[in-house]
């Protein structure tokens, strides 16, 4: 897997042909989903389908989203797929406190799995930051903008910019990679989706949830560095090659080690072009 995954495709796991279709569609990272996009009279079909898709392993790296810890197909759902070789994480739904992530961790998942949780209410975000410290197992922590929309009352997408904000900064600060960006659920609006991953990109998401392959190539160019991101990059990296320490550019900007940093993380990703 790329050490800089931009697309996290989601496929429903009472539908193993679409979960296969989605291995081939070019997403870093297949989410079989057994929560929301799971009816309840379905939920033991999607579980045992997803444990013997993961019999095998699969061609990308595949994550499983259970059901919610507090729900009555939790325990289930984790005995049948987290033992699976196929398996390379969890995603935990629903998320409000570092307990549920240390429970999970200590008794249902494998030693080692990755956790991923996603906070969708206003306690979990919240919790952000104590919950991304949680445990060792847990390897990232992202938004479930539906559930926390309608948990906030949020009339309008700038009504989640704070939690947003919250969650990448409680990311970073406990040393994980920054989150991707939570779905754009009208899977027609290509224009809207670059616009919305334009602005997540300024927030500071690296990536994001797709619901349908036409939006994987929008996602990839839109976190992509353009062109002239790595020309100045290479400028940077160049300089700070040749000479130690802060330094000014011909060009008026500033270099020091956090701007080295950044370029650097720049011409990392431009390797995907």
């Given amino acids: ?35 929301d996009a799971v009816a309840p009279d379905r939920k033991e079909y999607a579980r ?7 019999a095998e392993l699969p061609p990308v790296p595949v994550h499983v989203r259970v059901n919610a810890l507090d729900s009555p197909w939790a325990g289930q759902d984790l005995a049948a797929v987290a033992p699976a070789p196929g398996l390379c994480a969890l995603r935990l739904p629903k998320i409000a406190s570092p307990a549920e992530v240390v429970r999970t961790a200590q008794h249902a998942a494998p030693a080692g799995l990755p956790l991923y949780a996603l906070l969708e209410t206003a306690l979990g975000v919240e919790q952000a930051y104590a919950v991304a410290t949680a445990h060792p197992s847990l390897r990232g922590i992202a938004l479930g903008e539906a559930d926390l929309r309608a948990d906030l009352g949020a009339r309008d997408d700038a009504g989640l910019d704070w939690s947003r904000s919250r969650v990448i900064v409680a990311a970073r600060a406990a040393g994980l990679p920054p989150p991707a960006q939570s779905v754009h659920p009208d899977v027609r609006d290509l224009e809207g989706l ?19 392959p036409r939006q994987l190539p929008v996602i990839e160019r839109a976190f992509l560095p353009t062109q002239e991101e790595i020309e100045q990059a290479e400028t940077i990296v160049k300089a700070a090659a040749a000479e130690q ?10 270099v020091d080690t956090a701007v080295v940093t950044a370029a650097q993380r720049t011409l990392s990703l431009a390797r995907r072009r």
Avoid at 1 to 16: E, I, K, Q, V
Avoid at 48 to 54: D, K, N, Q, R
């Fill in 48 to 54: 045992a389908a997803t444990a013997e898709l993961l």
């Fill in 1 to 35: 897997m790329t050490a800089f995954p931009l697309t996290w495709l989601y496929a429903p796991g009472d539908r193993p042909h679409v979960v296969t279709k989605a291995l081939t569609s070019g997403a870093d990272i297949v989410v079989v989903d057994l929560e």
């Fill in 194 to 212: 670059a616009a919305s991953c334009a602005h997540g990109r300024a927030l500071g998401f690296l990536g994001r949830a797709a619901i349908h």
């Fill in 245 to 254: 320490g802060a330094q000014a550019l011909p060009d008026g900007r500033f």
